[in-house]
């Protein structure tokens, strides 16, 4: 029996949510697991339909997006895994999707402004979206440096990748993370969400204002904080 | 067998039929089912998938909030439904969820404006939106503070509770309650279409007018009045 | 055996399409069916809900609104159909819904323009929107009053009920019609598709121009006219 | 045996896709599939819904539009796909459908900006928009002439039917095509996606610049290039 048995299970099962929670059209979308005791990840075999994947199918890679079982290429963007894997510790899922408000936003190259509780019980600052990434970075290494772009970004931003869990890549899409892959996609059903609200609350009151910093401060701790009292 | 059998089975369901109307993402809703002879109301517990819920996981709560039964921890906003308990007699059924377009207008703090019969057979006002708390409620007992907000709210704009069964919370979400948990969840329902359609209606025609008040009368009447000639 | 059976199931299973179709919320939706042999039609009962009807629930009224089988009170209504099934011959079944874009453009009082050939496989014109009543028509005999205002818009633009089969009363929302009810179910899909298009077309671009002559006559022709070729 | 019998089942299977990926109400939309050997293709009946279909009830078409095999009308549509496969080498399926939001920019008469990677993942130019045609063609062979309008416009465009797989007719609605009858369904599925988030993009940022041209070069040929990483 494989090592990777409990990444494996865990990366389909995490897969096989994105097409039930509406975030995929076809094959746009991957989740990884990590093992960090193995350094190793699961992740979503490149272009393989949702009906057809199944926990073998799996590919397992290294922290430096090298194979390390597994007959089928993985996803293309394996590379991006790699390194938030690589320099993020305490991060065990990725998820990418072309999910339809969150890409929205990214191809607008505009963060999702905090609105309201539903975003800041999930992170206290706008959905930020990272520039796209330089016609030298793009030509280059590109998977590599799109995950680059991603923590270069949050570097600026002075943001941790442990407080705030999801990002656009303008022009290209959304990555949300967690300590789970099943965080993970949570994560990205969540920013589906406040992405979609966010545009309407803009269509219903462009000048809608921001959340005020006591409610932020509240939604967030109430979920997150030490003292915090939802869920059991 | 627990007195308060009813009232959990009622909850229950009532508490199913959300994620079925397509009124919540996740664990993002709640509904309760008062008791007022008990002086009780049972209520979703904090966090649980909805696929994890069973009658006898409600928790039974009194009107000052205080667990009666139950060992799980309920519902983060169980203090705001046991104050418009406390305060609104013949009420036995609320609600609150973060659903789609009623919680994009609360987040605009914007009234929905009351521009056709669908609306005018549920409410003869515009869906009031209570303003953001101030920051000493909010850093106070907030979810209690929720509760007067509302309550506050329809004491300014001189609404009774018994004809409006709704409201948005500005920046949160909404509420909506009734006669019974299932007419509380009916309510939410009717809230959501309400909103879309109010949106979509400015969307066509930015100048739409208000439904003018011999059709708000009339749609009311035949559906509230003691006239009333709409169902059985 | 009631010599009324044939139209309570037709009846029946015109209404029970309404949610499959997704054209309605909870009950706001009726289908009746005619017979003008007997000169009576079967109507969706009032207020009751889709999963709790069957054939032998529906309500058979004559074309002067009198119920003259059945135990359940009629649709609200009830009087609008009959004030077209009296005045419109050829038309044995009809539709309201508040469906959701429809019911929008309803409210924002404005015709639906004729953009495409979706819209002109259908029908020629911009679908009409009736102005709402005036205040003496709504206190008065209002559903009565709903039926001589839909068809005295049409009289007032020259069109025939058996050209254009779909009108939006302002502020309220659209009723349909048909040969049969299951063709006066097609019309309201039909309407809400167009209805849903209108609304994005003129979002992508305002100035969008409308369909000119040649297009509309070629498509209506190929669905409609004496040398029609869609269809067995 | 049918010699036809690979691209009845091909069409069959093809069209009943449409229904499952939502691109088609009733029966708006038609998939064929050719055998090129023989100089033919299996098209979907006309107005048959797509519940009563199955192979034996495609209907056998040459490339002049003469129906060659087969009791029913085919599709209206059918002298369009004729046209394509005859002047096109190397498509082996065709779809047309009136899909919600591609059909509404071709209402709108707009090219399909690439505005993020989910287009560039499948073509490297804006989804092009062929004018309305003129009088002369409408009023002629309708359906013959629209095949002569997409190639027209592609000619004029100078666009290759190998690299861009998808059009809108103005005023009309998408065709799509492809090596293969469920990769021209794929594409279907992708344009509308693909319009539904141009729509958006610009929603939330009137202003949204186009994908730079690294980003184009580099989405494109990690699907489709000589060098290509995407899939098994």
Known sequence: M???????????????????????????????????????????????????????????????????????????????????????????????????????????????????????????????????????MIKGNYEYETGFQIINHFTELGYSHHEVEMILVGNHAPFTWGKTAEKAVYNSAVLESIAHMALLTRQINMHSPKLKDALIKKHFERKHGPDSYYGQ
């Not at 076809?26 to 949702?50: H, M, Q």
């Not at 706008?126 to 030298?136: F, G, H, L, R």
């Open 2 to 136: 494989s090592i990777y048995k409990i990444i494996r299970e865990t990366a389909y099962e995490a897969n096989m949510e994105l097409p039930r929670l509406g975030l995929v059209l076809f094959t746009f979308g991957n989740v990884s697991a990590a093992d960090r005791d193995e350094g190793v990840f699961a992740i979503k075999p490149s272009g393989v339909p949702y009906k057809d994947l199944s926990p073998d199918k799996m590919v397992i890679v290294d922290f430096d997006g090298n194979t390390v079982e597994g007959t089928l290429r993985p996803s293309s963007d394996t590379k991006t895994h790699a390194v938030l894997y690589k320099h993020w510790e305490g991060i065990n899922g990725i998820v990418h999707t072309h999910s339809t408000y969150a890409t929205s936003w990214a191809q607008a190259q505009m963060d999702i402004p905090i609105f309201g509780t539903t975003h800041a019980d999930h992170l206290t600052v706008d959905v930020p979206c990272a520039p796209p990434m330089s016609d030298e």
